[in-house]
């Protein structure tokens, strides 16, 4: 399955970003996929954000970006979203789509059967 992830930009601190995140390729229902977004800064590991279980019924958030972001997923459109509001300039990184099949959720890298490639957000001060 392919990931694609837009929605990336430079936005002041305070302001909102919303990703999103299409997905094609694959016999297998985007519905079935757990979804989640990753995001990895400049000389750090890759780190979760914010997860989504296959009906959304189910919604896992990193402390860090608790009560300012918002995952959500339309499956008729194959597609999830990241609403992110009140950007701080640590929120800065290369942010990844990720879909796995193996688990509810992707929780860690390990939990991930496909990777999107990335899009940059950049939050200036």
């Known amino acids: 399955v392919q990931l694609q992830a837009s929605g990336g930009g430079l936005v002041q601190a305070g302001g909102s970003l919303r990703l999103s995140c299409a997905t094609s390729?694959?016999?297998?229902?985007?519905?079935?996929?757990?979804m989640g977004w990753f995001r990895q800064a400049p000389g750090k590991e890759r780190e979760f954000v914010v997860a989504?279980?296959?009906?959304?019924?189910?919604?896992y958030y990193a402390d860090s970006v608790k009560d300012r972001f918002t995952i959500s997923r339309d499956n008729a459109k194959s597609t999830v979203y990241l609403q992110m509001n009140s950007l701080k300039p640590e929120d800065t990184a290369v942010y990844y789509c990720?879909?796995?099949?193996?688990?509810?959720?992707?929780?860690?890298?390990?939990?991930?059967?496909?990777w999107g490639k990335g899009t940059q957000v950049t939050v200036s001060s």
């Open positions: 390729g694959s016999g297998r229902m985007f519905s079935s996929y757990g």
């Open positions: 990720a879909a796995t099949t193996l688990y509810l959720t992707p929780r860690t890298p390990h939990d991930v059967n496909y």
């Open positions: 989504i279980s296959w009906d959304g019924g189910s919604t």
